[in-house]
Each structure stands twice: as C-alpha cells, then as structure tokens.
C-alpha cells in the first residue's frame, strides 16, 4: 500500500501542477484583465468580439514572424545581392531633389514616393538566390512557400478555434428543440449578485422569451398560410432579390469605374492638388467603404417585406452584409487585373502591360495598404466624430433628435464583419506587401483600445442578448469565408498571371508557380518520384473516395443513432402508461436505466 | 472568488466520489469547514456558536440566510433554502447550510445539481412538475412581467419539450434527461462563495 499511497500523492502533485502551469499561461494573455472586466459589464457576447479581436492580433503576430524570418531576415543580413540575371528597367519613383514635407506624407499614406522601394513591397524583393557562407538560399522558393504556409497555418488556426463552437452548435440545434425548457430552468446565472446584472439578466430573458414566443407565432403563421398568399409572397421575394443584385451590381460597377478612374489618374504626371490627389489616390476605398455603409441600411429595409421569421432575417442580411463587404475587394482586383492587362496592342508582350506598370505587384501591395489604412482612419474618424457627439448629444440635450437616436448600442455584427473585411485584405495583401501583416498587428492592437474606451464611454448593454456560443461559431464562419475568399486572388495570381520581370523574386520565371517545379527537379529522384504521385490524380481521386466513405459512415451511424434514441423514447411513453398498472415495476426499472444509459 | 480561497484538503478530494443512491445524498462538504462556518456565525453571531465540538443544535431561520449577498438577488432564494432544510421551512443547520453550498458550488457533479434544481423547481412539493409549478417558477423569473396568455403558452410549450411519458406534467425523469441537453445548466446553476 505504500506503493500505492506513493503513486497516489504523485499523481495528485503532477495534476496540481498542471493546473498551476495552466493558471500561469492564461495570466499571461494578453488583455486579459481588460476583457474580464467588459466582461463583467457587457455580458458574453460582446466578451467575444473582444477575444475576436485578440485572436485577430495573434494571427498577424504570427504570419509576420514567418514572413520575417524566412523573406524579409535573409535579405537583410545578406552580404549583398548575387543577381543571376538582371533584364529590365524599373524607374524609382523616389522624388528627387527638395521635397516639400506634405508630399512626404502623401507618399506616407499612399504607399509611394519613398515606400515604395522598401521592404514594405514585394518589387523590393529583387533576389534570386542569396549566397551565404556554405548554402545558398533560394528566395523566390521561400516566398511562394511562406504564402502557402500562412494561409494553411491560418486555416488550421481558425478550424481548430471553431472545433468547439460547432459541437456546441450542434448540441444548439438541439437547443431549438427544447428552447422553453433551457430558458426556464438553466437561463438564471445564479452568481448573479448585483442588482444591475439581474436587471439586465431578467431583461434579456424576457426579450429571448418573446422572440421564442414570436417565432412560434410566425411558424403557426407561415403552416397556415394559403396557397395564394404563398404565389404572393413569393413573388415579392423575387422581385426584392432582383432588386438587392440590382443595387449590388451597381455598387460593384461604381467601384471597378473609381478604381479605373484612381488608376489612371496616378499615371498622370500633372499634379492637380495635394487634397485632390490624395482623393483621387483613396477613391476606390472612398466608394467601398460609402457602400458599405449605405448597403446594410438598404438590406435591413428590403427584409422588413420579404417576410421572413425574426432569426432567419437577421441571418440573412448578415449574409448580404458578408457578401456585400468580402465582394467588393475582389471586384477591386479584378478592376485593377483587367487594367494591368490592358495594353496598346493585344495580346500584351510581357502578359501584363509593362509601359504603365513595370512593377504591377508592388501596385497592388500599394492599394492594399491603402484599403488597410483608410480602414483605420475610418475606424478612428467614426468614433471620434461620430460616437462621442452623439453619447454628448444624448447625454446634454433632451430635443426630439436624442430621443429618436438614443444611446449607442454595440452592434456586435457590424464590428465583426469591419474586422472580417480588415483581415481579408491583409491576407491578400501579406504575397504583394510582406510587412502588411505587421501593420495590421499595429492596427488591430490599436483598435482594442479604441473599441474598448468606446465601448465604456458611449455604450449601454445591449437589450437583444448575443448568444456567446453560437457567436464565436459565427464570427469564426465569417472569418472561414473571407480566407477562402482571399485565397482566390492569391491563387490566380501564383498561377495563372505573369509576374513582373522587373521587380520582385520572380523575375526569372514566366509565373510565380513555376519556382515549385523548377525546386522539385533539383531534388534527389526518389524525393521526386514520390511527390508526384502524392500530387498525381490516381492518389487524389482515392484519397477523395476514401474521405466521401468516411463521411458516409458517419452519416450513417448518427442515423442509427437518432431511430434508437426515438424507439427509446416511445418505450418511456410506454413506461409511463404501464406504470399505471402494478407487477410491472421490475421491467419499468430496467427499461428506465436502460433508457437512461442509452441517452 | 479565485481558486485560491477554496482550498481542499487531501481526504476531501478524495472524498468527492459522490454515490447517488436515492434523493437522499450523504456526502462531505467540498468546502474546508471552518471557512463557511465563518460566513454562517456572521449571519446571527449571537445565536451561533464559536465552538462545534459539542455538536450544538441550531438553526437559523430562513430570514437571515435569504438576506446574504450570494442569494440576495436570486429569484428562487426562498426556494433554494426551503429545499436544502430538513423541516421545509427554510431553516438551516450548519450541516445543511454547507450541504447547500456544496451542491451549488463548481465542483458538484451534474446529477445532483439536477436532483436539486427539481426539488428547487417544485414549489408544491408533490415530486412532479406541474404547470401550476412552472409557472410561478416563469413569474419569479421574469418578475410578473409577460401577460397571463403569455406565462400559459410558455408553460404549455416546455411541458411540450420536456414531457416525454404524456401525462401532461414533468417527472424526475423527465427532468433529468432534459436538462441533460441543456448547454448552459452546469454554468449557470452555479453559486460563488
């Protein structure tokens, strides 16, 4: 027994140090004292816009930690450049002689003039292989395999993150199934202990009852709606879509019009005014930006008459708004690929059009920054001039306009898809501009703040609770989408487009793919056999058969599962019945802890 | 409350395998005893004694333990008391006032968070669940404030969700394997001291 009184005290001291250790690690993330306390006076749901953002911020640390060390670090300590070939000409852009300084600023906020031959963009990069003492470090390889490796590292990241929002999502949808009961019995938090936080806590169980309520009625509404009224609404339904694409493609439209607009107003050497050309400079983010403000407004009005129950409305113009905000990027790269692509004479020499853009990469580096910077400014300028007077407003003036605005509200929503839209650019913009991500991590780590005193100084809580555990489910969706939604561009370019010869890693292959199959060729021929056919389509497609039968017997076995469980459960009905009549309380017993297993 | 204030000692860890038999639980307190007792002699430190040795025979009523911090805003805290009292009354020893903080606190395994929770729940004491329970459970919640129509079709819909033998109220049964759905149970039924 001594033995086993020694294992059991060491097994109590290595669990109580793990626990120690696990205590350590979460006092050291960072905010967390901060987010404890919005915590405490905001609830849940806002706690996890928070977390959001702070998980936002570790992403960016992260892929600029990769992007550092495997791009930007060996060409700084690189003794000098060992170019094997040099073919063209890129003229600086550096202004020369005396420099005014509000041009220095211009070029501070456009990505040109002095930033534009930096580390800041990808045309700086103009290295082939860089010789170092003993090894050779092929550059261009390292590159392409960085952007892999951070859109991977970032999908692993959010899948891993959302792993447990969705199982609870799943258990949710049993939630829909026994709403009522959840509210009543398990809805009061019992630490509650001040007066405040159970006046909101009993305000918003009230509200969550209603809507409950207001979805049953509308369901029994909509079983019992006639055949005619279901042709009607239908067709309003129609009609009213049609109209969102109308709007939606005229919003794309204005876009790929102000970003041709930008483009050739940036070659055109005449300078009309400082204020102007930097408008001219910010005009495709100047229309983004004015549509997305105006489009929510315009979808949140069409719902009013489609018709639908409350969950699904706010659902569904969250996807608009989704749509709307990741759109509008790509239509951006479009616009700017098809002027790239458009030359004096067709086909282009080159595959791009080197007479107005001898560096294109750099160019769309340069746009993607001033996405992101805008972003901030908009960001910053809103809730400078737009929340603080409008808590004074509230606060000071007791006229007609307070009442009807009222105090501000976080809208948890909209916040998120401004951070989604920030990221999305910054995962496009990490191939064309490697230092974009650190200039997010400075953006994000600033909007926390700016959030946050926002948020304790014109906020009120919010009257319409946020489910905490379908909301990280939800912004981690949000999330998924604008990454698969960055890496199409990203794609497309590696791919298919040629790569600049003038500037950048690249300069030695047609496409930035192609440095893959050049790198694979130098490997030893068994390496090589075996890459080929873990990429060949025998393995492929038996790989995919593999997966779709996996899923199938999942599939199945949850089916199986779900006829038990219903068979139980009318044997319980039965129980109950029986249970009216005496002798057979044995086989009651067995079934009961049957049942009860089972379940 | 961090987790350094509870601390346990070796046998009471040990002591947490909690075997449910019957309703009736038997079972060691998860707290250090002369933490608590600290709490409860301030409650009425005329009436309390310093000393338990002698295994004194005292009770608080129910007035003074339903006025403490923890419970103040709680809408079922006469209930709550009410359960965990021997006579019914909602008067508490020092075995039963541990016993209920116990239940309540983070460490308590689900099934006898959700025997208490029913009993909690029952206000006419009759082991079932009956309409006229839920809804004064709802009133309590939402202190009054949905209209009579209201309180009837949630009330009618939970019996609904919950009852699975049909006869129109909830057994402990019923309870039991509903609120084993519940995401948010163990969180929430959940009381810091």
């Given at each position: 027994?001594?033995?086993?009184?020694?294992?059991?005290?060491?097994?109590?001291?290595?669990?109580?140090?793990?626990?120690?250790?696990?205590?350590?690690?979460?006092?050291?993330?960072?905010?967390?004292?901060?987010?404890?306390?919005?915590?405490?006076?905001?609830?849940?749901?806002?706690?996890?816009?928070?977390?959001?953002?702070?998980?936002?911020?570790?992403?960016?640390?992260?892929?600029?930690?990769?992007?550092?060390?495997?791009?930007?670090?060996?060409?700084?300590?690189?003794?000098?450049?060992?170019?094997?070939?040099?073919?063209?000409?890129?003229?600086?852009?550096?202004?020369?002689?005396?420099?005014?300084?509000?041009?220095?600023?211009?070029?501070?906020?456009?990505?040109?003039?002095?930033?534009?031959?930096?580390?800041?963009?990808?045309?700086?990069?103009?290295?082939?292989?860089?010789?170092?003492?003993?090894?050779?470090?092929?550059?261009?390889?390292?590159?392409?395999?960085?952007?892999?490796?951070?859109?991977?590292?970032?999908?692993?990241?959010?899948?891993?993150?959302?792993?447990?929002?969705?199982?609870?999502?799943?258990?949710?949808?049993?939630?829909?199934?026994?709403?009522?009961?959840?509210?009543?019995?398990?809805?009061?938090?019992?630490?509650?202990?001040?007066?405040?936080?159970?006046?909101?806590?009993?305000?918003?169980?009230?509200?969550?009852?209603?809507?409950?309520?207001?979805?049953?009625?509308?369901?029994?509404?909509?079983?019992?709606?006639?055949?005619?009224?279901?042709?009607?609404?239908?067709?309003?339904?129609?009609?009213?879509?049609?109209?969102?694409?109308?709007?939606?493609?005229?919003?794309?439209?204005?876009?790929?019009?102000?970003?041709?607009?930008?483009?050739?107003?940036?070659?055109?050497?005449?300078?009309?005014?400082?204020?102007?050309?930097?408008?001219?400079?910010?005009?495709?983010?100047?229309?983004?930006?004015?549509?997305?403000?105006?489009?929510?407004?315009?979808?949140?009005?069409?719902?009013?008459?489609?018709?639908?129950?409350?969950?699904?409305?706010?659902?569904?113009?969250?996807?608009?708004?989704?749509?709307?905000?990741?759109?509008?990027?790509?239509?951006?790269?479009?616009?700017?690929?098809?002027?790239?692509?458009?030359?004096?004479?067709?086909?282009?020499?080159?595959?791009?059009?080197?007479?107005?853009?001898?560096?294109?990469?750099?160019?769309?580096?340069?746009?993607?920054?001033?996405?992101?910077?805008?972003?901030?400014?908009?960001?910053?300028?809103?809730?400078?001039?737009?929340?603080?007077?409008?808590?004074?407003?509230?606060?000071?003036?007791?006229?007609?306009?307070?009442?009807?605005?009222?105090?501000?509200?976080?809208?948890?929503?909209?916040?998120?898809?401004?951070?989604?839209?920030?990221?999305?650019?910054?995962?496009?913009?990490?191939?064309?501009?490697?230092?974009?991500?650190?200039?997010?991590?400075?953006?994000?780590?600033?909007?926390?703040?700016?959030?946050?005193?926002?948020?304790?100084?014109?906020?009120?809580?919010?009257?319409?609770?946020?489910?905490?555990?379908?909301?990280?489910?939800f912004f981690l969706g949000v999330l998924l989408i604008g990454l698969s939604l960055a890496c199409v561009p990203v794609i497309v370019s590696v791919a298919q487009i040629n790569c600049s010869q003038a500037c950048g890693p690249f300069v030695n292959y047609t496409t930035s793919w192609e440095v893959l199959p050049t790198a694979i060729s130098q490997l030893p021929s068994g390496v090589q056999t075996l890459l080929f056919t873990v990429s060949s389509e025998a393995f492929a497609v038996s790989f995919f058969v593999v997966t779709c039968l996996a899923m199938f017997y999942v599939i199945a076995l949850a089916g199986a599962h779900k006829r038990v469980i219903k068979q139980l459960r009318e044997q319980l009905a039965m129980v109950g019945i029986l249970n009216l009549f005496e002798g057979c309380q044995p086989w009651c017993n067995f079934t009961l802890r049957k049942i009860h297993l089972m379940l | 409350m961090g987790n350094k204030q509870t601390i346990f000692t070796d046998e009471q860890l040990d002591a947490y395998q909690v075997i449910l038999t019957k309703p009736i639980v038997v079972f060691v307190g998860f707290f250090s005893p002369s933490r608590l007792h600290g709490r409860y002699h301030e409650l009425a430190p005329h009436l309390v004694p310093m000393d338990y040795t002698k295994d004194p025979d005292c009770k608080l009523p129910l007035a003074l333990i339903v006025n403490m911090p923890e419970l103040k805003e709680n809408p079922f805290r006469n209930r709550i008391v009410e359960s965990f009292s021997e006579d019914g009354m909602g008067n508490l020893s020092f075995n039963e006032?541990?016993?209920?903080?116990?239940?309540?606190?983070?460490?308590?395994?689900?099934?006898?968070?959700?025997?208490?929770?029913?009993?909690?729940?029952?206000?006419?004491?009759?082991?079932?669940?009956?309409?006229?329970?839920?809804?004064?459970?709802?009133?309590?919640?939402?202190?009054?404030?949905?209209?009579?129509?209201?309180?009837?079709?949630?009330?009618?819909?939970?019996?609904?969700?919950?009852?699975?033998?049909?006869?129109?109220?909830?057994?402990?049964?019923?309870?039991?394997?509903?609120?084993?759905?519940?995401?948010?149970?163990?969180?929430?039924?959940?009381?810091?001291?």
């Amino acid at each position: 027994t001594s033995w086993r009184q020694w294992r059991q005290s060491t097994h109590r001291y290595l669990r109580r140090l793990q626990d120690d250790v696990h205590e350590w690690l979460t006092a050291l993330q960072l905010w967390r004292s901060d987010i404890h306390i919005i915590e405490g006076m905001f609830g849940t749901g806002i706690l996890s816009y928070f977390s959001f953002l702070r998980f936002l911020v570790m992403l960016n640390l992260i892929i600029f930690t990769l992007m550092f060390s495997f791009v930007l670090l060996p060409i700084i300590i690189a003794p000098h450049f060992m170019l094997v070939f040099i073919c063209s000409v890129y003229p600086t852009s550096a202004r020369q002689g005396l420099v005014i300084f509000h041009e220095h600023i211009a070029d501070l906020l456009s990505g040109g003039g002095f930033l534009e031959q930096t580390y800041l963009f990808y045309g700086y990069y103009k290295a082939d292989k860089i010789h170092f003492p003993g090894t050779t470090y092929n550059l261009p390889l390292a590159y392409l395999l960085v952007t892999v490796a951070y859109l991977f590292l970032s999908l692993i990241w959010i899948v891993k993150r959302s792993a447990n929002g969705f199982k609870r999502n799943l258990v949710q949808d049993e939630d829909r199934f026994q709403s009522f009961c959840n509210k009543i019995f398990a809805g009061w938090d019992f630490c509650i202990s001040n007066m405040n936080a159970a006046k909101l806590k009993r305000s918003s169980l009230l509200y969550e009852l209603r809507t409950d309520l207001e979805e049953e009625r509308i369901k029994q509404k909509i079983a019992d709606r006639t055949r005619e009224e279901k042709c009607r609404i239908y067709l309003i339904r129609v009609i009213l879509n049609l109209f969102v694409i109308a709007v939606l493609a005229c919003c794309f439209y204005s876009i790929y019009i102000a970003t041709i607009f930008s483009q050739e107003a940036q070659m055109n050497e005449v300078k009309v005014n400082f204020i102007v050309d930097l408008i001219h400079q910010y005009l495709p983010s100047i229309v983004i930006t004015l549509a997305n403000f105006i489009t929510p407004l315009l979808f949140s009005v069409v719902i009013n008459y489609e018709d639908y129950s409350p969950a699904f409305e706010i659902r569904f113009t969250l996807m608009r708004c989704v749509f709307m905000r990741l759109t509008s990027i790509g239509v951006l790269l479009f616009s700017l690929w098809s002027h790239i692509t458009k030359c004096k004479e067709e086909p282009c020499v080159c595959g791009y059009n080197h007479v107005l853009y001898s560096c294109w990469e750099t160019r769309i580096g340069q746009e993607m920054y001033k996405l992101t910077v805008f972003d901030f400014i908009i960001i910053v300028a809103v809730t400078i001039f737009v929340e603080f007077p409008r808590k004074l407003i509230v606060k000071y003036c007791d006229c007609g306009l307070a009442k009807w605005w009222g105090q501000q509200e976080f809208a948890i929503p909209q916040n998120v898809l401004e951070i989604v839209y920030g990221q999305t650019i910054c995962w496009i913009g990490a191939f064309y501009s490697p230092m974009l991500p650190a200039i997010c991590t400075i953006k994000y780590f600033f909007i926390f703040y700016i959030k946050k005193v926002s948020l304790m100084k014109n906020c009120r809580p919010a009257t319409r609770p946020f489910r905490a555990s379908s909301s990280n489910f939800f912004f981690l969706g949000v999330l998924l989408i604008g990454l698969s939604l960055a890496c199409v561009p990203v794609i497309v370019s590696v791919a298919q487009i040629n790569c600049s010869q003038a500037c950048g890693p690249f300069v030695n292959y047609t496409t930035s793919w192609e440095v893959l199959p050049t790198a694979i060729s130098q490997l030893p021929s068994g390496v090589q056999t075996l890459l080929f056919t873990v990429s060949s389509e025998a393995f492929a497609v038996s790989f995919f058969v593999v997966t779709c039968l996996a899923m199938f017997y999942v599939i199945a076995l949850a089916g199986a599962h779900k006829r038990v469980i219903k068979q139980l459960r009318e044997q319980l009905a039965m129980v109950g019945i029986l249970n009216l009549f005496e002798g057979c309380q044995p086989w009651c017993n067995f079934t009961l802890r049957k049942i009860h297993l089972m379940l | 409350m961090g987790n350094k204030q509870t601390i346990f000692t070796d046998e009471q860890l040990d002591a947490y395998q909690v075997i449910l038999t019957k309703p009736i639980v038997v079972f060691v307190g998860f707290f250090s005893p002369s933490r608590l007792h600290g709490r409860y002699h301030e409650l009425a430190p005329h009436l309390v004694p310093m000393d338990y040795t002698k295994d004194p025979d005292c009770k608080l009523p129910l007035a003074l333990i339903v006025n403490m911090p923890e419970l103040k805003e709680n809408p079922f805290r006469n209930r709550i008391v009410e359960s965990f009292s021997e006579d019914g009354m909602g008067n508490l020893s020092f075995n039963e006032f541990v016993d209920m903080f116990s239940v309540l606190s983070e460490m308590a395994p689900r099934e006898l968070k959700a025997i208490y929770a029913f009993k909690i729940y029952d206000f006419n004491v009759d082991n079932y669940l009956c309409k006229e329970d839920l809804e004064k459970t709802l009133n309590k919640l939402t202190k009054e404030e949905l209209t009579p129509e209201e309180v009837q079709l949630v009330c009618e819909k939970a019996i609904e969700e919950a009852d699975l033998d049909g006869d129109n109220k909830l057994s402990f049964a019923d309870f039991e394997n509903m609120i084993s759905r519940a995401p948010d149970f163990l969180s929430t039924f959940h009381i810091r001291i």
